[in-house]
């Protein structure tokens, strides 16, 4: 499956973080920028108490659902 980053694309936020890449660097970049979504996605959730159950004891059914 092709990435989704589109070159235009890549260059206009290369350009507006002041990045100067390599045609292999950007490559690279658009070739992982679908899993980084995909991880970003996964991260920026709401979390309850079992996101750090190392620190907490005593969980009722609702935690663990």
Do not use: N, W
Request: without cysteine; proline residues 8%.
């Amino acid at each position: 499956m092709p990435p989704t980053l589109t070159d235009p694309a890549l260059e206009y936020l290369l350009q507006s973080a002041g990045l100067t890449l390599t045609d292999a660097e950007k490559a690279e970049l658009k070739s992982i920028h679908d899993g980084l979504a995909a991880m970003k996605a996964r991260v920026r959730q709401k979390r309850g108490r079992m996101a750090e159950p190392a620190h907490t004891y005593g969980f009722t059914p609702e935690d663990l659902a």
